[in-house]
C-alpha cells in the first residue's frame, strides 16, 4: 500500500461516517509512530472533500511537570498514567462533540507548562472532530466513531526519535529515554487496555511510505 492509498483509504472511512451530527476519530499510536503527520494529512484530504474537520491533539492536554514527573523520570508507568489529562480532553471536547456543542481544543502548553483555555469552536452537523495523540483507545476516554491505531517496529521508532528529539539528550540518554519510558509505557498501555481491539483499524507505519494495513 502506498501512502496515498492509506489516505484515500481513511479518508473514504471518515467520510462515511454519520453527517447529520458531529463525530469524533481517533488517530492513536505510541509515541513518534507518525500521528501527528497523518492526522494533518487526513484532515487536509476530508476537509477537501467537503467535510468539516476540527483538529485536535492530545498534547495539549497534559498535566502540569509537578504531575507528569512525580514519580521517577523514566518512569513507563508514570508516563502512562501522570502526563495526559484524559479528564480534561472528555470534558471539553468528547462530551461536548457527543452533544454538537462547541468544543475547546486545548487546556494546557506542554511548552510553556501553563494552563490555557482557547475559545471554544462551533461544531456544524458533520463536523468531524479529529483527535490524534496516544493512549487513546483506553476506558477513560469510552468509545469513538471511528479509531485508527498506529504501530511501527520500535526500532525504527527509536530511530525516528533519534533525529525528531535530539534537543533531549545524548543519542544514548534519547535512546533510553525511548525504551523505558515512551515505549515502556506502551507496553503497559497494550497489556491494560488492549487497543488492538478496540482499533477500527490498524496501520503499521514502520515504513511510513508504504504502509501496511493490519486490520
Given at each position: 500500500?502506498?501512502?496515498?492509498?492509506?489516505?484515500?483509504?481513511?479518508?473514504?472511512?471518515?467520510?462515511?461516517?454519520?453527517?447529520?451530527?458531529?463525530?469524533?476519530?481517533?488517530?492513536?499510536?505510541?509515541?513518534?509512530?507518525?500521528?501527528?503527520?497523518?492526522?494533518?494529512?487526513?484532515?487536509?484530504?476530508?476537509?477537501?472533500?467537503?467535510?468539516?474537520?476540527?483538529?485536535?491533539?492530545?498534547?495539549?492536554?497534559?498535566?502540569?511537570?509537578?504531575?507528569?514527573?512525580?514519580?521517577?523520570?523514566?518512569?513507563?508507568?508514570?508516563?502512562?498514567?501522570?502526563?495526559?489529562?484524559p479528564d480534561?480532553?472528555?470534558?471539553?471536547?468528547?462530551?461536548?462533540?457527543a452533544t454538537?456543542?462547541?468544543?475547546?481544543?486545548?487546556?494546557?502548553?506542554?511548552?510553556?507548562?501553563?494552563?490555557?483555555?482557547?475559545?471554544?469552536?462551533?461544531?456544524?452537523?458533520?463536523?468531524?472532530?479529529?483527535?490524534?495523540?496516544?493512549?487513546?483507545?483506553?476506558?477513560?476516554?469510552?468509545?469513538?466513531?471511528?479509531?485508527?491505531?498506529?504501530?511501527?517496529?520500535?526500532?525504527?521508532?527509536?530511530?525516528?526519535?533519534?533525529?525528531?528529539?535530539?534537543?533531549?539528550?545524548?543519542?544514548?540518554?534519547?535512546?533510553?529515554?525511548?525504551?523505558?519510558?515512551?515505549?515502556?509505557?506502551?507496553?503497559?498501555?497494550?497489556?491494560?487496555?488492549?487497543?488492538?481491539?478496540?482499533?477500527?483499524?490498524?496501520?503499521?507505519?514502520?515504513?511510513?511510505?508504504?504502509?501496511?494495513?493490519?486490520?
Amino acid at each position: 500500500m502506498t501512502r496515498d492509498e492509506l489516505l484515500v483509504s481513511l479518508s473514504a472511512r471518515i467520510l462515511a461516517l454519520p453527517d447529520e451530527r458531529a463525530v469524533t476519530v481517533a488517530v492513536d499510536g505510541m509515541s513518534c509512530v507518525g500521528k501527528s503527520t497523518l492526522a494533518a494529512q487526513l484532515a487536509e484530504v476530508v476537509s477537501g472533500a467537503g467535510r468539516p474537520v476540527v483538529p485536535v491533539a492530545y498534547d495539549d492536554f497534559h498535566h502540569a511537570r509537578e504531575v507528569r514527573h512525580r514519580g521517577e523520570r523514566l518512569s513507563a508507568q508514570g508516563y502512562l498514567h501522570d502526563s495526559y489529562d484524559p479528564d480534561a480532553l472528555r470534558r471539553l471536547v468528547l462530551d461536548p462533540a457527543a452533544t454538537g456543542d462547541p468544543v475547546v481544543t486545548a487546556s494546557f502548553d506542554l511548552a510553556e507548562d501553563v494552563a490555557v483555555a482557547p475559545d471554544p469552536v462551533d461544531l456544524v452537523p458533520g463536523s468531524v472532530v479529529l483527535v490524534e495523540g496516544e493512549f487513546l483507545l483506553g476506558d477513560p476516554l469510552g468509545t469513538w466513531d471511528l479509531a485508527v491505531l498506529l504501530v511501527a517496529d520500535p526500532a525504527a521508532v527509536v530511530a525516528r526519535a533519534l533525529v525528531r528529539d535530539s534537543d533531549l539528550g545524548t543519542p544514548a540518554q534519547v535512546r533510553e529515554l525511548y525504551l523505558r519510558r515512551y515505549l515502556g509505557a506502551w507496553s503497559l498501555y497494550e497489556e491494560e487496555s488492549d487497543p488492538w481491539s478496540r482499533a477500527d483499524v490498524v496501520v503499521d507505519l514502520t515504513d511510513p511510505d508504504t504502509p501496511r494495513q493490519l486490520g
